[in-house]
């Protein structure tokens, strides 16, 4: 009677345990996909908002780039740059795009130069639509930081 008990096979190991572990499992996959025509529809008891039609409006148009006020504002900056020593002279034209620092710019952390950089960049990019340029040491010419031309990024190396 022993040797019965050993053969007999455990009801979660027979042919129709295994149909439905199959079967559960199948059914989960099928439960996980969503399916587009499956959309969910308001009951009876709580139906959907009504929403006023509204005209469709376009998107705000881009202000008017005032050249004027930017050109002002940069002036400022750099005026007020050069009244800390930050800045010895600047020119942007269209052979020269370089702004010269002085001895100010190194006791500078890199954060505030960074912001600094990027304040002059969105201005020079109102005035003359783009918006790169070289940041050099006014007495050794040395390339401390630029405004990249196509991603714009700003880089510091001193």
């Not at 201005?123 to 040395?142: C, M, P, W």
Request: positive net charge.
């Amino acid at each position: 009677m022993d040797n019965q008990k050993d053969t007999k096979k455990k009801w979660y190991r027979t042919w129709w345990a295994y149909g439905l572990y199959g079967l559960f499992a199948v059914s989960a996959v099928v439960a996980s996909v969503d399916d587009p025509k499956n959309t969910a529809q308001p009951v009876a008891n709580n139906p959907a908002p009504v929403v006023a039609a509204t005209p469709k409006q376009e998107a705000p148009a881009k202000p008017a780039v005032d050249k004027v006020a930017a050109q002002k504002e940069l002036d400022a900056l750099m005026n007020l740059s050069k009244q800390a020593k930050l800045v010895t002279s600047y020119e942007f034209s269209d052979t020269a795009n370089v702004v010269y620092i002085g001895s100010a710019w190194y006791t500078q952390t890199v954060e505030f130069k960074k912001n600094f950089l990027a304040k002059v960049s969105s201005l020079k990019e109102q005035i003359t639509g783009y918006h790169r340029f070289e940041v050099r040491d006014a007495y050794s010419n040395e390339k401390v930081a630029e405004v990249t031309a196509f991603s714009g990024s700003l880089e510091v190396y001193k």
